[in-house]
């Protein structure tokens, strides 16, 4: 495995985990998977926990990928969502076998977050689109949320939307930032 992460946090706040966290932004989301140049029929929710990002979201089918088994239960049992437990550096997936995947609120608690955009990648269909949704480390309240992350001892590591905008051109998608601010957008389309 490419490593854990925060999985031990999210496994123990799971039952609190959705009284405390806002809903998904379904509009930016849906913006974001605008930019697919092919029908969106299969959806990859990658880190996507208890479902959150997944409830935001109509049309496709959707399955929640994420680490945490009990974030994944809340997803199933709370939401009715398809979940599997898995890496997201180790998709179990085929080869251009989706026509999107979502990152929401969760690249930044993946270790190897270079796997894990490879991954989404290569799942990807031509066409196909990775939506990241991100907080902007560089961003006042960026900059708090960091602080407040590491010091309740989560290892996450922010970056930049022009820096996801690179990672995402450097592993084959063709990157378009979609939105800036505390909260960001960053869409990678399948070449």
């Not at 925060?6 to 998904?24: C, G």
């Not at 479902?51 to 199933?76: F, K, N």
């Not at 010091?151 to 979609?178: C, E, N, Q, W, Y």
């Amino acid at each position: 495995m490419y490593g854990l992460g925060d999985v031990d946090f999210f496994d123990r706040t799971a039952p609190l985990y959705d009284l405390a966290m806002p809903p998904a932004d379904g509009e930016a989301l849906a913006a974001g998977l605008d930019h697919a140049t092919r029908p969106i029929e299969r959806l990859l929710d990658v880190g996507g926990g208890s479902g959150r990002a997944a409830a935001a979201l109509t049309g496709p089918d959707i399955t929640v990928v994420d680490a945490s088994v009990e974030m994944l239960s809340r997803a199933r049992r709370g939401r009715g969502l398809d979940g599997l437990a898995a890496d997201a550096g180790r998709l179990p997936f085929r080869d251009a076998s989706v026509d999107a995947v979502t990152v929401v609120d969760a690249l930044h608690h993946l270790p190897d977050h270079d796997a894990a955009l490879a991954e989404a990648a290569r799942a990807l269909a031509p066409g196909g689109a990775l939506v990241v949704r991100e907080f902007d480390p560089s961003h006042p309240l960026g900059r708090l949320l960091v602080a407040g992350e590491h010091a309740i001892g989560m290892k996450s590591r922010f970056r930049t939307p022009a820096d996801l905008a690179a990672a995402m051109d450097g592993v084959g998608l063709d990157p378009r930032i979609v939105d800036r601010g505390f909260g960001y957008t960053v869409v990678g389309v399948r070449r």
